[in-house]
């Protein structure tokens, strides 16, 4: 097949949607498929250690913070005519948009395709005004999908509450359990215990209650040290509050670039995420899994989706950082249980070795062919319409939209 996937969040942007695109794009070429990756531009410079003839890249980027997080869209003029063009162009079999609820490009690209076309949907929030309101401009876009994927449970349910027409399918995000299974522990790591934490500092990545809990820790546990990989708009704050630690007992390492971190997999002795929540899947929990790491991680919806029943993690509540403290005592404390946690996370994440999940991909791609042009019905602006109108007319409208 030849497969277009679009998305606004695409390398040298950080984070586990250009993780996702990037895995899924080498893994459906290895099975034979064309595949050209269409996303916006992030700057000439930033962008050219990630160009090739398989990226295609149109407007630039805006950022922005939402849902607790940095996010991106693509600004720029005759945006919906190149994207036309490049459709014409490359005659795509499959288009593949990546949060297709999203301005602009995975909205314009559904109005414009002349394809089939499959969504998926990432992210998890308990709830979504401007897509409430916005829901009458979205649905048009929505109605075009032939085929609708989510990466967990949470993810559904987020969507749905907006959405519910259709079928959605899971298909779970995935990782590279060779090239995290392949680190080498880092020499001027070696000398006590680390504790790793990956990812953006930013307020739902809780890094916070992981810095209370390290201070608690360091009580009983004095020469552990904190291994801090990433960036963001909370690290000066971070790194102030901390003083004399800084350098010392925590290691801002700033952003490590994909071929190296495993190496930071290898020297830490225990994983922990204290994210707050709106974590749609732990793509970093199955990372330190196939890096053979221990786990200590928050007890929110989207990470029990990988973990909960593989004994690779001790679950905490969201911000007990006593709870953290303990948890991450425990483990480094007790080799045999960081062990056993080690090989069960090891063991479940090859289930997740994107071989696996291309195929599956695959498999909802073919799905969406047979069916194809048949769409779902959407009604637009039915949910916040029917709050100011109770009538027998848009009871009947929600059931055949359904």
């Not at 990546?98 to 709830?127: I, K």
């Not at 006593?322 to 948890?327: C, D, K, T």
Request: charged share 20%; hydrophobic share 45%.
């Amino acid at each position: 097949m030849n497969i277009g996937i679009v998305s606004e969040s695409y390398y040298p942007a950080v984070g586990g949607i250009s993780e996702h695109i990037h895995n899924l794009a080498a893994a459906l070429r290895l099975r034979g498929h064309s595949v050209k990756i269409i996303t916006t531009s992030y700057g000439e410079y930033a962008d050219a250690p990630y160009n090739s003839p398989d990226v295609l890249r149109i407007g630039k980027v805006f950022n922005f913070h939402k849902n607790g997080s940095q996010s991106h869209v693509a600004t720029g003029k005759h945006l919906s005519r190149q994207l036309r063009e490049i459709f014409a162009k490359e005659q795509f079999d499959v288009l593949h948009i990546h949060a297709p609820e999203q301005p602009m490009l995975s909205q314009l690209s559904l109005l414009n395709s002349t394809t089939v076309n499959v969504g998926t949907f990432h992210a998890q929030y308990d709830r979504s005004l401007p897509l409430g309101f916005l829901r009458p401009l979205v649905a048009p876009g929505m109605a075009r999908l032939h085929a609708r994927i989510v990466v967990s449970d949470a993810a559904q349910q987020s969507i749905a509450k907006y959405f519910p027409e259709g079928a959605y399918t899971t298909v779970p995000n995935g990782v590279d359990v060779a090239h995290f299974a392949s680190g080498k522990p880092l020499a001027e790591y070696a000398d006590r215990p680390n504790i790793l934490f990956v990812g953006n500092f930013v307020i739902r990545k809780g890094f916070v209650h992981l810095l209370e809990a390290f201070l608690h820790l360091r009580k009983t546990l004095p020469k552990v040290r904190l291994l801090a990989v990433g960036d963001g708009n909370l690290r000066p704050t971070y790194e102030r509050e901390l003083g004399d630690l800084v350098g010392k007992d925590v290691i801002f390492t700033g952003r490590v670039p994909n071929e190296a971190l495993p190496n930071y997999y290898a020297s830490a002795q225990v994983y922990c995420s204290p994210a707050t929540g709106r974590e749609s899947f732990g793509i970093v929990l199955l990372e330190a899994m196939a890096a053979g790491r221990p786990v200590v991680a928050s007890d929110i919806p989207g990470y029990r989706a990988v973990v909960g029943a593989t004994q690779a993690a001790r679950m905490v509540p969201v911000g007990d950082t006593l709870g953290f403290a303990a948890a991450l005592a425990e483990v480094l404390t007790q080799p045999e249980k960081a062990q056993a946690m080690a090989v069960a996370g090891q063991r479940a994440a090859k289930q997740y070795a994107w071989e696996h999940i291309a195929a599956q991909v695959e498999q909802v791609y073919q799905q969406a062919r047979a069916v194809y042009p048949a769409t779902v019905p959407v009604v637009p602006g039915y949910r916040w319409l029917s709050a100011l109108i109770r009538s027998r007319k848009w009871k009947v409208a929600r059931e055949v939209a359904q």
